[in-house]
């Protein structure tokens, strides 16, 4: 350590420094020599603490960034009463979604989807597109998902969607994770209920 440094010096300078009747001309000059060999010594050692440190924080970075890469993966469940608003017609059939509900790390909250259904196969139909969900003190996480949607003899659908978390503000700024979503879509109504359920990490 730095005081074991100094603790050596002062034996070093104890041992170097003329005693009983040399000359004042050759003190000076051993003490000269001494002073020099203690700046080298000082020097040294000011480097050496210095480059403990540097390591010092360079590990503690990089143990910070392995905890944020290797985050754990906590569930996530939600609930959301939606809303659904067309934005073209079938066959690509484009609705911007609106639910208001609650579920984990984001309280009482909202999402905003934008949905294209592709009525141009056979069932079932596939659907894509984006979601922002919004916690309930404001910050927000961004999803892309993908899913089909079955009809039913009578004209519901039930849909299903995977959802991938892409990041997002706040604290959901590294987010990650996936999750899915279960609906009974209704043609003749424009309301409904919606459910999560998987995993985040952030």
Known sequence: SFNKIIKR????????????STSIKTKHKTMKQV????CICLAAGIILLSCRKTASFQQQDEV????KTHGTMLPLKGTYETTNERLSNPPM???????????SHLGEG??????TLNLTTAPPFSLSGTATFYAANGDEFYT???GTAMPRPDGIMDVVMNHTIQGGTGRFEEATGNFT??????PAKLNGTITYKGTISY
């Open 9 to 20: 010096l002062q034996l070093f300078l104890r041992s170097k420094i003329p005693r009983g």
């Open 35 to 38: 002073f020099q060999r203690l």
């Open 64 to 67: 910070a960034a392995s905890a």
């Open 93 to 103: 059939l484009l609705q911007r979604i609106t639910g208001i509900g609650q579920s």
């Open 110 to 115: 909202k999402f905003v989807a934008l949905s």
């Open 144 to 146: 892309s998902f993908a």
């Open 181 to 186: 979503g279960s609906a009974i879509g209704d």
